[in-house]
């Protein structure tokens, strides 16, 4: 209930007094972030401390083996090859699955149609796939991208749908009346009424892309985060194996942060909304 | 048609006519077909405003739908000037009954306003004194910038009208408009209906539960049976076109319209059963 109030006089708010508050809530907002990985991370040093394991090392030793393996060349080797990749894939699913998603979802009879092939295809592990891209498009770029897109392609895609097909009907009505058609319809009705479930289907392909970036650097490659913990695997250089592994959590994790921020922006409304509706029901 | 109308001369908005030919709308549904509608035919001239009353679940909402190309009848047929309504026509404004679903959510109340005027390549300039001016004729000068779920639902409704007007439209549908707000800011938006339908000459189709709002507001009254409807009454609102809430609303002509499209609404609610009581039954 405050909340709501809170919105509703936010104009008389003194700009300063919002600063603070603001500045406030992102300083709890951080603790509440960072606590855990804290304790987790001091609970990991304080038990690997006397560790004699090979196996297991030393959290030092794993920091120490960080700074040395990743801040080098393998930057520019290894990190930005990977998360070339990362990219080009995570978009490519993304443009592809909101547009497909968006026909599929405004045009019924194409949905019926293409729907039991689709579903065959997401029911494929990506993973599996490798093999069977190798042969057709090499053990290049275009393999690992291609790899990429076909498993985070899915969430995207059938959230897309959902969120097309879900658009309120009266809303719908109301663009038709007042000539929203074409373009203007996709960008001012479809699309962003569709954005809570597109969002949230981007927010899943971004875990499955990370995950299929590392697998499919794992095969037959030269290059990239996945090649080189693997390589350091086989090289029994077991504190550098373990800083990759440290690498790609970090990576998600910042990742994931920038995508709660890209999220925020998008879909303020959207959160406003469901606060009014939970105020008033 | 009374004769008192000081709207435009009717060539210039002769496109606005409607006619409503033998309209019946028919929902399948899964397992369950409803006919909303059996046959409605009227007209309503360019420049004119019609109130259209009748017990809930009559099909008014239906009938509004197949006026403004949402909804294909299942037979008959809606004309709009001299061309046959086969999608939503241009220079069309609706205010639909769930006004809270109409307005779009991750825009500004002044955006809602301003979209429709985009789409009409309204120029920028002109585009903004629009929205003011319409927001301002609904008492929302203050709130553009906030958002629809922001606000009551009484606001929320006006922001649909303002919309609306914003367009200024050949042809006006409004669907239960007035349901949400209060008795005071209700009088104010009847009496502003009015005066922007004099000013602007443009035909309006008004639905309504409210027999004093239909006759208050209307230069006709059509009252529908319950469903499946039919047009049962057409009266003309012989009243002054000046109108005032208190003077007019205690003429005795009021009275008696009133009273009349009361026992018309009354008459409408068991006017099937008295119809199958004499044999035709054909509802469960
Ligand atoms: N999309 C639909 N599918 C099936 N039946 C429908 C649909 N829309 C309306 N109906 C039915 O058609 C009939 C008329 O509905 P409609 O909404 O037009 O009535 P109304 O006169 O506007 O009622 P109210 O005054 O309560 O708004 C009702 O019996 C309703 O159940
Ligand atoms: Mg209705």
């Given at each position: 209930?405050?909340?709501?109030?809170?919105?509703?006089?936010?104009?008389?708010?003194?700009?300063?007094?919002?600063?603070?508050?603001?500045?406030?809530?992102?300083?709890?907002?951080?603790?509440?972030?960072?606590?855990?990985?804290?304790?987790?991370?001091?609970?990991?040093?304080?038990?690997?401390?006397?560790?004699?394991?090979?196996?297991?090392?030393?959290?030092?030793?794993?920091?120490?083996?960080?700074?040395?393996?990743?801040?080098?060349?393998?930057?520019?080797?290894?990190?930005?090859?990977?998360?070339?990749?990362?990219?080009?894939?995570?978009?490519?699913?993304?443009?592809?699955?909101?547009?497909?998603?968006?026909?599929?979802?405004?045009?019924?009879?194409?949905?019926?149609?293409?729907?039991?092939?689709?579903?065959?295809?997401?029911?494929?592990?990506?993973?599996?796939?490798?093999?069977?891209?190798?042969?057709?498009?090499?053990?290049?770029?275009?393999?690992?991208?291609?790899?990429?897109?076909?498993?985070?392609?899915?969430?995207?895609?059938?959230?897309?749908?959902?969120?097309?097909?879900?658009?309120?009907?009266?809303?719908?009505?109301?663009?038709?009346?007042?000539?929203?058609?074409?373009?203007a319809r996709l960008r001012r009705l479809v699309l962003p009424g569709a954005s809570p479930q597109?969002?949230?289907?981007?927010?899943?392909?971004?875990?499955?892309?990370?995950?299929?970036?590392?697998?499919?650097?794992?095969?037959?490659?030269?290059?990239?985060?996945?090649?080189?913990?693997?390589?350091?695997?086989?090289?029994?250089?077991?504190?550098?194996?373990?800083?990759?592994?440290?690498?790609?959590?970090?990576?998600?994790?910042?990742?994931?942060?920038?995508?709660?921020?890209?999220?925020?922006?998008?879909?303020?409304?959207?959160?406003?909304?469901?606060?009014?509706q939970r105020g008033e029901k | 048609m009374t004769g008192t109308k000081a709207a435009a001369p009717?060539?210039?908005?002769?496109?606005?006519?409607?006619?409503?030919?033998?309209?019946?709308?028919?929902?399948?549904?899964?397992?369950?077909?409803?006919?909303?509608?059996?046959?409605?035919?009227?007209?309503?001239?360019?420049?004119?405003?019609?109130?259209?009353?009748?017990?809930?679940?009559?099909?008014?909402?239906?009938?509004?739908?197949?006026?403004?190309?949402?909804?294909?009848?299942?037979?008959?047929?809606?004309?709009?000037?001299?061309?046959?309504?086969?999608?939503?026509?241009?220079?069309?404004?609706?205010?639909?009954?769930?006004?809270?679903?109409?307005?779009?959510?991750?825009?500004?109340?002044?955006?809602?306003?301003?979209?429709?005027?985009?789409?009409?390549?309204?120029?920028?300039?002109?585009?903004?004194?629009?929205?003011?001016?319409?927001?301002?004729?609904?008492?929302?000068?203050?709130?553009?910038?906030?958002?629809?779920?922001?606000?009551?639902?009484?606001?929320?409704?006006?922001?649909?009208?303002?919309?609306?007007?914003?367009?200024?439209?050949?042809?006006?549908?409004?669907?239960?408009?007035?349901?949400?707000?209060?008795?005071?800011?209700?009088?104010?938006?009847?009496?502003?209906?009015?005066?922007?339908?004099?000013?602007?000459?443009?035909?309006?189709?008004?639905?309504?539960?409210?027999?004093?709002?239909?006759?208050?507001?209307?230069?006709?009254?059509?009252?529908?049976?319950?469903?499946?409807?039919?047009?049962?009454?057409?009266?003309?609102?012989?009243?002054?076109?000046?109108?005032?809430?208190?003077?007019?609303?205690?003429?005795?002509?009021?009275?008696?319209?009133?009273?009349?499209?009361?026992?018309?609404?009354?008459?409408a609610k068991t006017f099937h059963s008295a119809a199958a009581a004499a044999g035709a039954g054909?509802?469960?």
């Open positions: 209930m405050s909340g709501m109030t809170g919105t509703k006089t936010k104009g008389a708010e003194s700009r300063a007094g919002r600063g603070l508050r603001l500045l406030r809530s992102g300083a709890v907002h951080l603790a509440y972030l960072l606590g855990l990985p804290a304790a987790l991370l001091a609970l990991w040093w304080v038990l690997a401390a006397r560790s004699t394991n090979f196996y297991y090392p030393t959290l030092d030793e794993i920091l120490a083996a960080f700074a040395e393996t990743w801040f080098s060349e393998r930057i520019v080797d290894d990190v930005l090859p990977s998360l070339g990749r990362l990219a080009a894939g995570y978009l490519g699913a993304a443009v592809i699955g909101i547009g497909l998603g968006v026909l599929l979802g405004t045009r019924p009879r194409i949905r019926a149609l293409l729907e039991p092939v689709l579903e065959f295809f997401r029911a494929v592990p990506p993973p599996v796939l490798i093999p069977v891209l190798m042969l057709v498009a090499g053990i290049g770029d275009t393999m690992k991208i291609v790899v990429i897109i076909s498993g985070a392609l899915w969430p995207v895609l059938l959230n897309t749908v959902e969120g097309v097909r879900a658009i309120d009907e009266v809303l719908s009505d109301t663009a038709r009346c007042y000539g929203l058609t074409g373009t597109i969002v949230a289907g981007l927010r899943q392909a971004l875990s499955i892309s990370i995950i299929l970036m590392v697998i499919s650097e794992m095969f037959a490659s030269s290059s990239g985060l996945g090649f080189t913990v693997v390589q350091f695997q086989r090289s029994f250089a077991i504190p550098e194996m373990w800083s990759g592994i440290l690498l790609l959590g970090l990576l998600g994790f910042a990742l994931s942060l920038l995508f709660a921020l890209f999220e925020s922006r998008v879909l303020g409304w959207y959160r406003g909304l469901r606060q009014s | 009717a060539t210039e908005y002769s496109a606005g006519a409607l006619a409503v030919r033998g309209v019946r709308k028919v929902y399948q549904g899964s397992g369950r077909t409803v006919e909303a509608v059996r046959d409605l035919t009227f007209t309503v001239g360019a420049g004119d405003l019609a109130c259209i009353v009748g017990p809930s679940g009559a099909g008014k909402t239906t009938l509004l739908k197949c006026v403004a190309g949402l909804l294909a009848p299942t037979s008959g047929e809606v004309r709009l000037g001299d061309a046959r309504v086969q999608g939503p026509p241009p220079g069309m404004a609706v205010v639909f009954q769930e006004y809270g679903r109409s307005l779009f959510p991750w825009m500004t109340v002044g955006a809602n306003v301003e979209l429709p005027l985009k789409q009409k390549k309204i120029g920028k300039a002109e585009r903004a004194a629009l929205v003011a001016q319409a927001l301002d004729s609904v008492g929302l000068q203050d709130a553009p910038a906030a958002y629809p779920w922001q606000l009551s639902g009484g606001m929320q409704q006006r922001v649909a009208i303002a919309r609306a007007i914003a367009y200024e439209p050949k042809v006006l549908l409004m669907d239960e408009p007035f349901a949400a707000v209060d008795a005071q800011t209700r009088a104010e938006l009847e009496d502003l209906t009015r005066s922007l339908w004099r000013k602007l000459g443009m035909t309006v189709l008004f639905v309504t539960h409210d027999i004093d709002e239909a006759v208050y507001l209307g230069e006709r009254v059509l009252v529908l049976s319950a469903s499946p409807t039919v047009v049962m009454e057409d009266i003309d609102v012989d009243l002054p076109a000046e109108r005032e809430q208190l003077t007019t609303r205690a003429l005795p002509r009021f009275a008696e319209l009133r009273a009349a499209v009361y026992g018309h609404v009354q008459r054909d509802r469960p």
